[in-house]
Structures are given as C-alpha cells and as structure tokens.
C-alpha cells in the first residue's frame, strides 16, 4: 500500500508539473504583443494559412519593430502584413501605409489603391492608419522610427526604386523583406539600424549599404 500510494503521488506531481508547464507557456504567448497580432482574429485566412511559408513572427522580430514606434509600410498591396502591423501598432504605435499613387494612370495600380482603403475601412483596427502615395512625401523627417517593405523591390527594379528609395532617406532604419525568386529563404542581410546612406543593389543583386537592415 504505501508504495502504491508513492506511485500515485509520483504520477499527480507529474501531471501538476505539466499542467503548470502548459500554462506558463500560454501565458508567455499571450503576452508577447507581436505573436498575439499575428495570432489576431481580423486577418484573413487565406493570409494565415501563408504563415508557415512566410513566418511573419521571425520576420518582424528580426526587423526588431517595437509597439510604440511610427512605422512607414512601403507598397503594402493588398495588406498582408498591414493586418498584423495594425494590431501590433494599434495601443501606443502609428502605422502609415504608402501604397500606389491615387490618382495613378495605371489602371492595375489604381484598383490596387483603391481595393486597399475598402480594406482599411472594413475593420475599426484599422482605424489608426494613414494612407499616402508611394511616391509623396511619407512624413516628417525623425517622426518615424522604421520604413518596411515585404517582397517589393524584384518590381522595383529601374526608375520606380530609386522614387522610391529617395523617400526614405530622412529616416534612420530601412527594412526590407528580400524574399523573391532573386534570394533564398534562408540568407540574411543585417547592416545595422543606423545611418541614411543611399541603397544599392550590385550585379548579383547582393544588397550593399549602411543604415539598412535586409532578410
């Protein structure tokens, strides 16, 4: 009996020890900001089911964003990463979208805009965000604290980027996701957060600069 009764006390320490063990990581979860926007319940599902090809958590942690900060998204499309932005800038950030120009010529470019603020409108978390054109005057220099863009530049290649580019030479931290049939999955660019130097991009298409930080 008494060792029966060991065993039994063995087991419920065990399954106390687990139960405990899955709480604290529910909690640790649910209090990370940047997981619970990406966890968020006004995304899309055909958005989240991309998760695990694009890893949103990885990315924007890697970009070190921070929930306080003004954030520019350049040509955020049809808004796949500005559903997280959103929530995770929504409490104490800003979140300016620059997309397409509004009054573009380009038909493809226009419907682009404009299917893009029925976004926008179709949820109060999205409330907060300003919307500018790609190629206009983003916002006052030192008023934002990091540019990101997602799977862009392969389409800006030509006049467009440097556009583009000459918009974001005020602020001091450039992130771009370089995620396009150009580079592997798995390589990094990482040149600090400092500085406002122009971008390049070689032959090679390796980017090179200082103030810019690439996945």
């Not at 009054?103 to 682009?112: D, I, M, P």
Request: charged share 25%; aromatic share 14%; with cysteine.
């Amino acid at each position: 009996m008494i060792v029966t009764k060991l065993k039994l006390g063995k087991n419920f320490c065990s399954k106390n020890f687990f139960t405990l063990l899955i709480i604290f990581f529910s909690f640790s979860l649910s209090a990370d900001p940047l997981q619970k926007a990406v966890n968020n319940e006004f995304r899309d599902v055909k958005n989240t089911s991309r998760d695990i090809y694009r890893n949103p958590y990885e990315t924007l942690s890697f970009f070190e964003l921070e929930p306080s900060m003004t954030v520019v998204e350049l040509s955020p499309g049809g808004g796949w990463y500005t559903e997280i932005l959103a929530s995770y800038l929504d409490n104490s950030g800003t979140l300016i979208a620059a997309h397409f120009d509004r009054n573009s010529s380009n038909n493809y470019l226009k419907k682009s805009r404009l299917n893009f603020e029925k976004k926008i409108g179709s949820e109060a978390i999205y409330n907060k965000i300003k919307i500018v054109d790609l190629t206009s005057k983003l916002s006052e220099p030192g008023s934002v604290d990091a540019v990101l863009t997602f799977r862009n530049l392969h389409n800006w290649l030509g006049p467009m980027m440097d556009k583009v580019f000459s918009n974001t030479f005020e602020f001091d931290k450039v992130c771009f996701d370089m995620h396009s049939r150009f580079f592997r999955r798995s390589r990094r660019f990482s040149a600090g957060v400092a500085g406002s130097e122009t971008i390049s991009i070689d032959e090679n298409l390796n980017p090179t600069t200082k103030g810019t930080r690439f996945l």
